[in-house]
């Protein structure tokens, strides 16, 4: 019988890159999310969609409103210490380009951990 142990310290895993978004001169640190944060996400935005299904179809105006809001409150909880003033003045682009950098942010980290585990 082989009495070998093998440790995994959770501690030690990070991500391989750090990313730092700039407004303004200010950088603010992007803050990889936990899996509480995942799940209020994703309860929050099934309460959206249920709410949205019981006043019947929307119109593209409050459409465009709910997605630039859910793109506002994915920057805000991937970067914490931006203040809501800073998030507020940026262009529809600036804030698409944020979404889109920590989608890649995200996918790379599924990526390489679904590599560790030795999946390809």
């Known amino acids: 019988m082989n009495n070998d142990t093998k440790y995994l310290n959770v501690d030690e895993i990070v991500p391989k890159v750090r990313k730092v978004v700039t407004i ?6 992007f803050q990889t999310p936990t899996v509480k944060d995942f799940l209020d996400e994703m309860k929050r935005i099934q309460k959206m969609q249920a709410e949205h299904k019981a006043d019947g179809d929307m ?4 459409s465009m409103a709910l997605m630039v809001q859910s793109m ?3 920057i805000s909880t991937s970067f914490p210490t931006m203040k809501p003033a800073t998030l507020n003045a940026l262009t529809y682009e600036q804030i698409a380009a944020i979404r889109n950098f920590i989608a890649e942010q995200l996918d790379e980290e599924s990526v390489d951990a679904e590599n560790e585990a030795g999946n390809e």
């Open 59 to 62: 119109d593209s105006a409050e």
């Open 72 to 74: 506002q409150h994915s």
């Open 24 to 29: 303004k001169g200010e950088q603010y640190e």
